[in-house]
């Protein structure tokens, strides 16, 4: 299993950030457009919670792939987690934090993974799939920046 974490320093209260993290429209909007990342099922706008799915269907590596997660652990304004239920990994869990700095908020967010097929899977996570999935969540992190600090 393989851990990337990323973390940003927002410039807005927690629950702004909180709530933007977990709404389903920003998510779209805040991903590599090369993705053409879009909502298929599940909750398919607004904010996702507690016991929730969601199913998105993107391109990564010209492959098109869905991914159902479920929202499996919720404390509102400080974390939330969810979990694949279905999609390309053998598993993955992605773990938001949000930590209170007075007007600005610390956001942190943690993703596990395990690519399928064994050690092919076991070398695809390292050599490819744990700096993708860094971009990935340090882009996401600047796009949702900009966002709440317009918000506000």
């Not at 702004?16 to 706008?45: P, Y």
């Not at 996570?125 to 796009?143: A, C, D, G, P």
Request: proline share 2%; charged share 30%.
């Amino acid at each position: 299993m393989v851990t990337v974490s990323a973390e940003i320093e927002i410039r807005a209260p927690i629950e702004l950030c909180f709530d933007m993290a977990r709404n389903i429209e920003i998510h779209t909007q805040t991903v590599w457009k090369h993705t053409q990342e879009r909502v298929v099922a599940g909750r398919t706008s607004g904010l996702i919670g507690e016991g929730e799915t969601v199913t998105f269907q993107a391109k990564h590596f010209l492959i098109r792939q869905k991914l159902t997660s479920r929202v499996t652990d919720y404390i509102r304004p400080y974390k939330f987690v969810d979990e694949m239920k279905s999609g390309a990994f053998k598993n993955m869990r992605h773990e938001h934090e949000f930590i209170d700095l007075g007007n600005r908020t610390l956001m942190k967010d943690t993703l596990y993974f395990e690519a399928p097929f064994g050690i092919i899977g076991w070398i695809v996570e390292r050599v490819i799939l744990k700096e993708y999935m860094k971009r990935f969540l340090t882009f996401r992190n600047k796009q949702l920046k900009e966002i709440a600090e317009r918000a506000i």
